[in-house]
């Protein structure tokens, strides 16, 4: 493995017609112009240009973007919605929490109007969401759970145990065989360990 | 009586002592050798020494001393906006920058280290220099906290504090478009003085700050409170960029060693 270039911020590394830019780059002038400390990495992509990009080794604060899938940790409910803090966005974990809302009609995709949110999430759920938008200046993310793969992973029942899911709408307790109402993630048959 | 000679006839060299009360307290910014206070030559810095990544909880940080001037700057962020969430931009981050020096820092022990209107000005014109460099269209909806504090103050200030804040968002991993690098000059005797200390401040030398980012040469931020001849500004905005390019060289040599260090740390 060849040594890596080390680069800082303004370091001009090559003209735009001999690479594409990645990320940590900027394009000024027809040039590619490094806006990050790191080393320099190019990836060849088949017959298109290489993709030049520069790499640290402590990313930086990854924000949730628009169709990121994020992990949430529901802090309050409220007939119309439900507060969450976004703890992961994909993979990542983030080192500070972001406000998120999940309101009443993207709950679900199906029967949006007689959605329940106390039958839906509870305080201290972890919920698998999407982002759907960025939101406005009052508001925080705005996050769905309209699909089959989204909804509620983990939860703890009243008596303090950690519920198995039933179906998409029901939980139970293992202790108490108590059932409670959810919306339940189907989690993805290669995440689920045999 | 006898320790000083003059002799402006032959234009020989003249001898100044601080015994004789001949000129304005007998102290002079730039003697006939070319020699300021402490030394210098006009176009000559003081020795910048720099370290990167001193504290571990804040996302990026950094040490700056200059002469004698000693500044800390910590970054976090990006992260969501707090406190008032009206100034949340839709389309770039906000770069929120404090500004303090610390009781010690001066001469006299300093009543009201910040909130104070030269702190809250100086946080204003770090922010707008900020905002120049930083990429912040790539963080939307969210703010970037810069800070800084002054250790020891001799002179050079919001120079030192661009400096130092330079290095912390570089460690902190934020994306700039340049280094942001910025002295102070002033002018004497028709020689502009660059990197002033805080005799040369207080002496009545009309000061200039200047911001710059060395690669493309454009300036970030130019500010100047003091009386100037017209005819004279060319001149010391050159001298400022030359000196700013110069701090550039000495940021870049610690950024490139701060991080071989880091990644044979990590072994790479």
Known sequence: MSPMKLCVPGDKLCSVEDCIPGTGVYLRHGYIYSSLAGYVLRKNEGEELPVISVVRETETQLLPDVGAIVTCKVTSINPRFAKVHILYVGSTPLKDRFRGTIRKEDVRATEKDKVETYKSFRPGDIVLAKVISLGDVQSNYLLTTAENELGVVVAHSEAGAQMVPISWCEMQCPRTHAKEFRKVARVQPEYLQA | ?268
């Open chain 2, 1 to 268: 009586m006898g320790n000083v000679v003059q002799s402006e006839a032959r234009g020989a060299v003249r001898f100044s002592s601080v015994e004789v009360c001949g000129n304005m307290a007998g102290l002079e910014l730039l003697s006939d050798q070319g020699y300021r206070l402490d030394g210098r030559k006009a176009t000559e810095l003081r020795k910048v020494q720099a370290r990167m990544g001193v504290f571990a909880q804040a996302d990026g940080s950094a040490y700056l001393e200059q002469g004698n001037t000693k500044a800390l700057a910590v970054v976090y962020g990006p992260h969501e906006m707090r406190g008032s969430r009206s100034r949340t931009r839709h389309d770039q981050a906000v770069i929120n920058c404090q500004y303090s020096m610390a009781t010690f820092s001066t001469a006299e022990r300093k009543r009201r280290p910040h909130g104070d209107r030269k702190s809250t000005e100086m946080s204003l014109h770090l922010k707008q220099t900020f905002e120049a460099a930083v990429m912040t269209q790539l963080y939307p909806r969210s703010q970037i906290d810069i800070y800084v504090k002054i250790l020891q103050s001799d002179g050079g200030n919001y120079s030192v504090c661009v400096n130092a804040a330079t290095l912390a968002v570089i460690d902190a991993g934020i994306p700039m478009r340049d280094y942001v690098c910025a002295c102070t000059v002033g002018f004497v005797d028709e020689t502009p003085l660059a990197d002033l200390c805080y005799a040369e401040e207080s002496g009545g030398v009309s000061s200039l700050a200047l911001a710059l980012l060395p690669r493309g040469g454009q300036i970030a931020l130019l500010q100047m409170d003091a009386r100037l001849h017209q005819d004279h500004l060319e001149t010391l905005i050159e001298a400022a960029m030359t000196a700013c390019k110069g701090v550039s060289k000495v940021l870049d040599e610690v950024v490139r060693q701060h991080l071989q260090e880091s990644s044979v740390l990590s072994g790479e």
